[in-house]
């Protein structure tokens, strides 16, 4: 069965955005660039909550064409225009886009349905509504985490109404340059 990763940074207390979903104070520099890169070749879905589908939309699919273009820019716009999406909306029911696929109801079912496909990880990007509902109904099997070394103290937190424990075990920890730190979990479903 395929698994959803969860790809998040979040400050050292716990928040993936400030209060007005300021998103500033992430630190991304080439050498994170080049091991996320390595990392999502290794999945062929991306799930999205709305917000955060409609700032990729809007920036990746030309992002590689701009004359600014980074080698990060080229290699993600290429990456984004063969993967499949997910996106998590009510809003966007009904909508016919390529290479996408809206789920607005039956969130377990729907996901478990994507699960059970032949492919590769599903690698959640960001979108923290879409990550505490899927937290909820237990349908996250990793979270691939980097610790910014900032304390927040309040924002849009990771982790939230959490109802049972959730055992994780620490697969790989990788500390950067600038000081970020990717802390790799599964999901311990024993």
Not at 26 to 42: A, L, M, Q, W, Y
Not at 49 to 58: A, L
Not at 141 to 153: R, T
Request: aromatic share 8%; hydrophobic share 35%; net charge negative.
């Amino acid at each position: 069965m395929r698994k959803i990763i969860s790809f998040m940074h979040i400050s050292l207390d716990g928040f993936v955005a400030g209060p007005n979903g300021e998103m500033d104070w992430i630190k991304v520099d080439e050498e994170i660039f080049d091991h996320v890169g390595k990392r999502i070749s290794e999945g062929d879905t991306s799930l999205y909550g709305r917000v955060t589908y409609e700032m990729m939309e809007n920036y990746w699919p030309t992002a590689a064409d701009k004359p600014t273009a980074t080698k990060h820019d080229i290699e993600h716009s290429q990456w984004y225009s063969k993967v499949h999406k997910v996106v998590l909306s009510k809003t966007m029911k009904g909508m016919d886009l390529d290479n996408t696929t809206i789920i607005s109801g039956n969130l377990t079912d729907r996901i478990n349905e994507i699960k059970q496909q032949t492919g590769k990880d599903i690698l959640l990007f960001g979108s923290p509504k879409a990550t505490h509902s899927l937290i909820q109904n237990n349908l996250i099997d990793g979270f691939w985490l980097f610790v910014n070394p900032i304390i927040l103290g309040q924002g849009i937190p990771l982790f939230k109404d959490i109802k049972d424990k959730i055992k994780l075990n620490l697969l790989t920890t990788k500390q950067f340059t600038c000081g970020v730190t990717e802390l790799n979990y599964i999901v311990d479903r024993q």
